[in-house]
């Protein structure tokens, strides 16, 4: 079975801080994408990074990097330079053979 | 270029009834996915839809249904409420499939009374 563990269901930060948020996934597949989604409330989900498995390079989006181990199955976003934006519930998800997983989230504030 | 819709924003229903949501993709976007969200379950995927066949579907009951047509909008259908299909139900599109960037709808918040 394939399941996706957020461990921290609240974080906050100061402004201009780094933060990183944890995801492990358990999964007996090889081929598979990893994503992180962004919900801010009462706004749409929209996508803060993707990392396919097969690539050993960590993916970066400007101020969004995410830290990849594959064989201990763990997949942490780290956000720098943290901003009021940033503040919303951050999903990590899992997708293999056109199935899709979530966690159960992770609220982050960004305090001022 | 226009974002996800989804239509009704909110419905109200009651037990044993069935509910029609509706999502339109990006223009050009083959794939719909659907995705229930509870405060209890979190993200839960339902089913994708790509050029009008389903091709993947998670675990939920046959009561859940979709569909797909030629100008790729998708309908999802819920026969039957449970006060358990409370949820918010999202609509995702993207060109090929999920594994590509995903975007969603503002989706559509069912009660089920």
């Known amino acids: 079975a394939q399941t996706v563990t957020q461990s921290q269901p609240e974080m906050s930060v100061q402004e201009a801080e780094t933060v990183t948020l944890s995801c492990t996934y358990d999964?007996?597949?090889?081929?598979?994408?990893l994503f992180w989604y962004k919900q801010p409330p009462s706004r749409q989900m929209i996508l803060v990074i993707r990392?396919?498995?097969?690539?050993?390079q960590n993916a970066t989006e400007n101020r969004f990097s995410v830290n990849f181990q594959k064989a201990a199955k763990s997949f942490s976003l780290k956000i720098s330079d943290s901003q009021l934006g940033d503040t919303a519930m951050y999903f990590c998800?899992?997708?293999?053979?056109?199935?899709?997983?979530f966690g159960t989230g992770t609220s982050l504030t960004v305090i001022p | 270029k226009a974002g996800v819709t989804q239509t009704p924003r909110y419905l109200i229903k009651t037990r044993g009834q069935q509910v029609t949501l509706s999502c339109s993709p990006i223009?050009?976007?083959?794939?719909v996915s659907w995705y229930q969200q509870t405060p209890g379950q979190g993200l839960q995927f339902l089913f994708e839809?790509?050029?009008?066949?389903?091709?993947n579907k998670g675990n939920f009951p046959g009561r859940f249904s979709g569909r797909q047509f030629s100008n790729s909008r998708s309908e999802m259908n819920v026969s039957t409420l449970e006060l358990g299909d409370s949820a918010l139900y999202l609509c995702?599109?993207?060109?090929?499939?999920?594994?590509?960037?995903?975007?969603f709808g503002p989706g559509t918040r069912l009660t089920v009374l």
């Open positions: 990392q396919e498995a097969y690539k050993q």
């Open positions: 839809y790509f050029s009008e066949t389903q091709r």
């Open positions: 998800a899992f997708m293999t053979g056109n199935q899709f997983y």
């Open positions: 223009s050009g976007h083959r794939s």
């Open positions: 995702a599109s993207s060109l090929e499939g999920a594994y590509n960037e995903q975007f």
């Open positions: 999964t007996s597949e090889n081929n598979y994408y």
